[in-house]
């Protein structure tokens, strides 16, 4: 398994030998509207041109609709005959942007040697902010001589979170990791204290943290996750605090 964090919660995933991609954001910097009033987004330029990202794409992924997941450039640089899998009910929106091939997963499926199973998430906490944000999910993966793979996706800690970590046992854990706020300062993704969560609930997975610094509501920085696991006592080899354009590759369990 070979991950790579583009930006944001986008990803390159070499897994059982195919490469998918995961939530797309190719958006120069500074092109889109704030989400806070603090800055235009995105924060950051891509590390590599758009064309780099889309570059042998096999499948890809998206979680949900929102502009920092599956943005216009995305939209129009992709192959639309790629195969597309999302949750149920964005696939007809999706459709609409000339996508040939999508398939809502409803629990689990399996493309090529890769089963994939769709995995709940909460994008807030309150009725109102939840109802603002829409519906979002996760995606776990498992492969014959591969790594069993969590995205968490766009979510806060919940016990359903908990419970897909100790029914099915992932050996990595990608979680989204920035501390996002909406409205009245609503966490709406992990931030910096949830994270730590995540690695004391899973003692044996690795845990990546993404989705850190591109967004002017991200409140939760690099530096803050890295002070927290020091303080946990949590080393490299339980978290792994990429920076945008690195890769991890990571060898087939023991």
């Not at 199973?117 to 109802?131: C, K």
């Amino acid at each position: 398994m070979k991950l790579q964090l583009v930006r944001n919660a986008t990803i390159r995933l070499h897994y059982a030998g195919r490469l998918m991609l995961i939530d797309p954001y190719l958006s120069p910097r500074h092109t889109l509207p704030a989400y806070a009033g603090r800055s235009p987004n995105p924060l950051v330029d891509l590390p590599c041109p758009p064309e780099a990202v889309a570059a042998g794409v096999e499948l890809v992924l998206v979680s949900h609709l929102h502009t920092d997941h599956f943005d216009p450039p995305a939209q129009a640089l992709l192959d639309k005959d790629l195969p597309l899998i999302c949750r149920p009910g964005h696939d007809e929106r999706i459709r609409t942007l000339g996508f040939r091939q999508v398939t809502a997963l409803e629990q689990d499926m399996t493309w090529s040697s890769i089963r994939l199973r769709r995995t709940p998430g909460r994008h807030g906490t309150s009725p109102a902010v939840l109802a603002q944000m829409g519906e979002v999910c996760g995606f776990f993966l498992e492969a014959p001589g591969e790594p069993r793979l969590y995205w968490a996706g766009d979510t806060v800690w919940t016990e359903e979170v908990a419970g897909v970590i100790k029914s099915l046992r992932p050996e990595v854990i990608v979680t989204h990791s920035g501390g996002a706020v909406w409205g009245e300062g609503e966490l709406i993704i992990m931030d910096a204290a949830q994270t730590i969560q995540v690695c004391r609930a899973a003692p044996e997975a690795l845990v990546i943290a993404t989705h850190l610094e591109a967004l002017d509501h991200c409140l939760s920085g690099r530096d803050d996750l890295a002070a927290a696991a020091r303080a946990a006592g949590f080393g490299p080899d339980r978290l792994r605090i990429p920076a945008d354009g690195e890769t991890i590759e990571i060898g087939e369990p023991a």
